[in-house]
């Protein structure tokens, strides 16, 4: 057997100490993957689940956080009071944050039909204010497929009047997308309209991942109007038609979107899918989160 002098030993740990510092172990690069994800709270959008609100509001959330979820969107009641939330029109904001927080859950978000918005703003602050809410999403402009970009930059207009009113209160006021916006409309996606409208010192977006279905990626947004975004809707897609999968089944680089969600603004993600698909999307995420 060869011998080395204590010389040479020395100088070629030192090289082998040098090499390994340069290497990481597998371990090691996962647990900084998973240290470079900012996942806040775990939630879900209410509307999914409205018929059985209306039934049992108490009994529903204690329901989704035994699935594992720790937040929950809101629909504002009297702007949906004929689509599940009508039993809820009589409650307090108090009285509804006591139900939702006695059920270990969180509500810092809350849609709104955009008229009901437009005519009673100040009652609809004042709730979201005793909620302690904070944000307000304009769950839509309710405009008809037909209207052109003219009748897009109005709405886009109003919700700037609104979000300049809301902003005095420390209520940002947000809107949310589906996947009409990202149809064109004399060659320009109606979406990318709306962002160049309205104005981000008033209004912050809340996008909704279903658009992947026709092409659109959330991460891609996040880092092309950075700083935009307050929010998201969370869906996975099967990849084939209209088929929701489970958070972490489907074709969503969930690595990728929560990456991009720090540049994009987003503070508060919300799974909003088929109830059996829920209680999976919330272990994934779980795991994900770390």
């Not at 998973?34 to 806040?40: A, M, P, T, V």
């Not at 947004?221 to 990849?239: Q, T």
Request: contains cysteine; proline residues 3%; hydrophobic residues 40%.
């Amino acid at each position: 057997m060869n011998k080395i002098t204590r010389k040479e030993f020395i100088g070629k740990s030192a090289i082998a100490l040098a090499v390994a510092s340069l290497m990481k172990p597998d371990w090691l690069e996962a647990k900084e993957e998973k240290k470079s994800l900012e996942i806040g709270s775990i939630g879900f959008q209410s509307y999914i689940i409205r018929d059985l609100i209306g039934k049992d509001f108490p009994g529903t959330m204690k329901m989704m956080a035994e699935l594992g979820y720790q937040s929950v969107e809101m629909c504002s009641p009297p702007g949906y009071i004929t689509s599940g939330f009508g039993s809820l029109q009589n409650l307090k904001a108090s009285e509804m944050k006591g139900i939702i927080n006695d059920a270990g859950l969180s509500c810092v978000s809350c849609h709104y039909q955009f008229k009901e918005l437009k005519d009673n703003l100040e009652d609809r602050m004042d709730f979201a204010n005793e909620l302690e809410l904070d944000q307000m999403v304009i769950s839509s402009f309710g405009l008809p497929k037909e209207a052109n970009l003219d009748d897009w930059k109005k709405a886009a207009d109003e919700a700037n009047r609104l979000g300049e009113k809301s902003k005095t209160h420390g209520l940002p006021m947000v809107f949310h997308n589906h996947n009409l916006e990202f149809e064109k409309r004399e060659g320009q996606m109606i979406y990318d309209v709306l962002l160049q409208r309205l104005d981000p010192a008033l209004v912050k977006m809340q996008f909704q991942l279903w658009v992947v279905i026709d092409g659109y990626k959330a991460a891609d947004y996040f880092r092309k109007y950075p700083g935009r975004f307050i929010s998201a809707h969370l869906y996975d897609w099967a990849g084939v038609g209209k088929e929701q999968v489970a958070i972490g089944r489907g074709k969503t680089d969930w690595n990728d979107f929560f990456k991009a969600c720090k540049t994009g603004g987003v503070k508060n993600t919300f799974v909003e899918m088929q109830l059996p698909l829920m209680k999976e999307s919330a272990e994934y995420l779980k795991k994900l989160k770390g």
